[in-house]
């Protein structure tokens, strides 16, 4: 008999091999009627400062013969493995794919899994070519409007931090976690209880999958660009291409991530997919020394070798003058850099990112103020593409006062609060540079109060988070969509039969793995309709 035993505690300084007599006294048998002791999950609880430990759940195994007298409510038997699904007929005309991020991804290796090839689109490049056109914008600003940190195989989760934590309660879950780890993700993934592969990383893993999806027969192309739709009767029927070709198909999956302006201002101007405007969140990216970060975190503890660079989650929902916000931290990099995710010029927008080792000298998160389509109205901007159109004003706008070439305006703290522009932000992980600057020429002025609202807040619960060590780099915009393609049930767009709208950039996930999911759910929808 196999049980899931939660809530086994470590202090810092004992050892694991603690773990199992602790599963035994819980069960209340001997240790050595326990045949095996794995762990299955691992969490750092940091809320007691200088005193962290760690927190595990495990899944033990009673030697044959033994049973355990009682079961605390803390303790359950084990779940079964999950099913093997039954391979389904395969359509005439292969499904298509617009987009080779997660939601596109994991769509194609569910649909394989079930007995149907696809194919995949990508206007950008290879994950590893790719590389390099991230580094060059990093190193002096250059973009390339089709190869950046949002477009290309990965998505824009491959060169920004590849965290596989989720808010998400999913049974998929564990299956793009375990993916994952197949494809060459290290095997501390399937315990931990904030997953990150880093950005080093995931390029590998992702180009594996790619390699395991061709290899079953599904097709992949790079720098191919749909710049449209075809329809016939109210059903898709195809999709052209930038170069003039078309392909044909009755199925096709849209996951061209969230900066695929172009396809969403199609839409909206030929009317035949429906399109909303969606509340998303803008603001900044904080960036304070990640040796501060850790003092305020662990306290005393701050320098234990056990402990991992310091994390942190904000939250606030404020009321500012009669108008309740949420205010939070967003994709948190410990030991990370803050770097330009634009994909068009003049346009300036940020994101974090960190290694597997995450060992730079700084930590760094979002910063966000939540945004509604009654905010786009008030600056002018109404219709499906208002969120869009408002992220776009404040892109240009951080960009003029960047001065250019990517460099992203900053200020410290403090200074932001006071309205001055006194002390210059100093050293970053931000390259191409910064731009010592006014970041209250940014926002409207209740966004602005809201976030410095939220920057008081948190220093109550974050001592020190205020200081001249904490910069705030603009402007991090590109948190979600900030459209919809609305879709029903059946995961088909409610105006276009045949069209599943996919992932982050539609509307329907927030990161890696809620938009793997949500591939891997178009995918067993349309299995379904084969069956």
């Not at 909303?276 to 969140?281: H, L, V």
């Not at 991992?308 to 990370?336: I, Q, T, W």
């Amino acid at each position: 008999m196999a049980y899931r035993v939660n809530n086994i505690g470590l202090w810092l300084d004992e050892p694991e091999e603690l773990l199992g007599q602790r599963a035994a006294e819980k069960l209340g048998v001997t240790r050595s009627d326990l045949a095996s002791v794995r762990v299955v999950r691992s969490v750092l609880d940091a809320r007691k400062k200088g005193s962290p430990r760690y927190i595990y759940t495990l899944e033990v195994e009673l030697a044959p013969g033994r049973k355990a007298p009682r079961l605390p409510p803390d303790v359950s038997e084990a779940p079964p493995p999950p099913e093997v699904l039954p391979r389904v007929k395969e359509p005439e005309k292969l499904p298509l794919i617009i987009g080779t991020g997660p939601a596109g991804l994991f769509c194609a290796l569910g649909l394989l899994e079930r007995g149907v090839r696809s194919i995949l689109l990508e206007r950008g490049r290879e994950v590893v070519t790719r590389r390099k056109d991230v580094a060059k914008l990093m190193r002096d600003g250059s973009l390339d409007p089709e190869s950046n940190m949002n477009f290309g195989e990965g998505g824009a989760g491959a060169y920004t931090d590849g965290k596989l934590s989720t808010r998400i309660n999913h049974p998929m879950v564990r299956k793009v976690i375990e993916a994952f780890a197949r494809y060459g993700a290290p095997d501390h993934i399937l315990i931990e209880g904030k997953p990150h592969i880093g950005s080093d990383l995931l390029p590998g893993a992702v180009a594996k999958l790619r390699d395991e999806l061709i290899a079953g027969g599904c097709q992949v192309h790079f720098e191919q660009r749909v710049d449209d739709l075809l329809y016939r009767d109210g059903h898709i029927a195809g999709v052209k291409m930038a170069d003039g070709r078309t392909l044909e198909s009755d199925r096709v999956i849209l996951a061209p991530g969230n900066s695929a302006r172009e396809l969403y201002e199609r839409f909206a101007a030929d009317g035949r997919v429906s399109v909303e405007a969606k509340p998303f969140a803008l603001g900044f990216r904080a960036e304070h020394p990640q040796s501060l970060i850790n003092g305020i975190q662990y306290g005393a503890a701050a320098k234990h070798s056990k402990l991992p660079p310091a994390d942190y989650k904000l939250a606030e929902n404020l009321d500012v003058d009669g108008e309740v916000r949420g205010v939070y931290s967003f994709c948190m990099c410990p030991g990370g850099i803050v770097v330009p995710t634009p994909t068009q010029e003049g346009l300036q927008c940020t994101n974090g990112m960190s290694n597997s080792r995450r060992n730079a000298k700084f930590a760094n998160a979002g910063i966000v103020v939540s945004v509604s389509v009654a905010d786009f109205e008030r600056e002018g901007f109404r219709g499906p593409l208002a969120g869009l159109e408002f992220q776009r004003h404040w892109e240009s706008a951080a960009y003029k006062l960047g001065g250019g070439r990517f460099y992203a305006p900053a200020q410290t703290i403090p200074d932001y609060l006071a309205g001055r522009v006194k002390k210059d932000p100093g050293d970053t992980s931000y390259r191409p540079g910064l731009a010592h600057t006014d970041l209250n020429q940014l926002f409207p002025e209740r966004l602005t109060q809201s976030l410095k609202a939220a920057l008081r807040t948190f220093d109550r619960k974050m001592r020190g988070f205020i200081s001249d060590e904490g910069k705030l780099i603009g402007i991090e915009s590109r948190t979600s969509s900030p459209v919809r393609i609305t879709r029903g049930n059946d995961l088909q767009s409610v105006s276009m039969r045949g069209l599943y709208p996919a992932g982050e950039g539609c509307g329907y996930a927030g990161g890696i793995v809620s938009s793997a999911i949500d591939g891997l759910r178009i995918a067993e929808q349309i299995a379904t309709e084969l069956t």
